[in-house]
């Protein structure tokens, strides 16, 4: 189980209390907020690894370095399934690619195993939302263990603030990116910017991710780890494509 809000996150510590029954649990988790580092994977400096309590590992790294500790390095054995959330904050559409949440599903896909990455579209977390969100995790946690995934797939979970309407398979939506950047000036005159403003927004595109969460339902995508477009591939066949150099 892996997060990348940080090894003190309360959506880690619900998404541990949701499974914690059905079977041996591993944390490995950042020792600290690594929001929006995507898949990065640290190579140019060595990793520390705290295990503050048993079974919990506190890394001085990105949540893909987690997952990759956790499967070869500090856990024996293979594990069934890899977790990664619940992260404050929805990971929809264009989100994905950001999130570190996703990204260390991803990675524990690469590797062969089932993973999910949760969710929850909110700022905050509510005792309501939290006990919401962990019954969420036991249902699907509960749906894939027995079937496993197919390979190179990944489960993308997010769930709603506030009552559950229901649940959804869903495509990645789409995310309005607007005037996100803020400029001001530094105390010694320079200026500075600071990405990221108000709720962009999303496209309405049905049957898509950002659609469910609007409607209030939990939204499942499957995802896949090889990022070839097949569409492209037929259309770019029609290039004359011919290259040679000395
Ligand atoms: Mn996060």
Same mark, same amino acid.
């Given at each position: 189980m892996t997060n990348d809000d940080g090894i003190h996150s309360p959506g880690l510590a619900s998404?541990?209390?949701?499974? =914690? +029954?059905?079977?041996p649990v591993v944390i490995v988790a950042p020792d600290r907020n690594r929001s929006a580092i995507g898949h990065a994977l640290t190579l140019d400096s060595p990793l520390r690894a705290e *295990?503050?309590? #048993?079974?919990?590992?506190?890394?001085? +790294?990105t949540p893909t370095d987690c997952v990759n500790l956790g499967v070869h390095g500090l856990v024996d054995g293979k594990p069934k399934l890899v977790v990664s959330g619940v992260n404050l904050g929805a990971n929809l559409g264009d989100d994905i690619t950001y999130s570190g949440t996703v990204c260390a599903a991803m990675e524990a896909a690469l590797m062969g195993f089932p993973a999910i990455a949760f969710s929850l579209d909110s700022r905050e977390f509510t005792v309501d939302d939290l006990a919401r969100t962990s019954a969420v995790v036991e249902y699907v946690v509960g749906k894939v263990l027995p079937? $496993?995934? @197919? @390979?190179? =797939?990944?489960?993308?979970?997010?769930? @709603? =603030?506030? @009552?559950?309407?229901? &649940?959804?398979? =869903?495509?990645? $939506? #789409?995310?309005?990116?607007? *005037?996100? &950047?803020?400029?001001k000036i530094d105390p010694r005159g320079r200026n500075y910017y600071?990405? $990221?403003?108000a709720n962009p927004g999303f496209e309405d595109i049905p049957g898509s991710d950002c659609n469910a969460i609007a409607a209030g339902l939990v939204s499942i995508t499957p995802l896949r780890t090889g990022l070839t477009s097949d569409t492209a591939l037929q259309l770019l066949a029609d290039w004359p494509l011919s290259f040679v150099m000395d």
């Open positions: 998404l541990a209390d949701a499974v =914690t +029954g059905i079977g *295990e503050i309590r #048993k079974n919990v590992f506190s890394v001085d +790294g079937a $496993g995934l @197919p @390979p190179g =797939t990944f489960l993308n979970v997010n769930i @709603p =603030t506030g @009552p559950i309407n229901g &649940i959804s398979l =869903t495509c990645q $939506g #789409k995310r309005h990116y607007g *005037e996100g &950047i803020v400029q600071w990405i $990221g403003g």
